[in-house]
């Protein structure tokens, strides 16, 4: 079983059928997440992330390297 740590930066996606108040007060909010656990359970946390969320940025680490966006370190 393989760990990773991934960490990520979202911003929450404004949904159009939402009133105008909510999309002011949620346009540009951003979370940032640090979690760890097996890749399956990763891919899993991301698919929900990005049902709500844009990813604006990732960044894994594990026992092979680390990888940023597209760029891989080994």
């Known amino acids: 079983m393989k760990w990773f740590d991934l960490v ?9 059928q939402s009133n105008s108040y909510l999309q002011n007060k949620t346009k540009g909010a951003s979370s940032a997440f640090f979690i760890t656990g ?19 940025e990732m960044v894994r680490s594990g026992i092979i390297g ?5 760029k891989t370190v080994k």
Do not use: D, Q
Request: aromatic share 4%; glycine share 0%; charged share 25%.
């Open 8 to 16: 990520l930066l979202a911003y929450h996606a404004v949904k159009e």
């Open 66 to 70: 680390l990888s940023r966006s597209e």
């Open 38 to 56: 097996t890749s399956e359970k990763l891919e899993l946390c991301l698919s929900s992330i990005r049902e709500t969320c844009n990813i604006v």
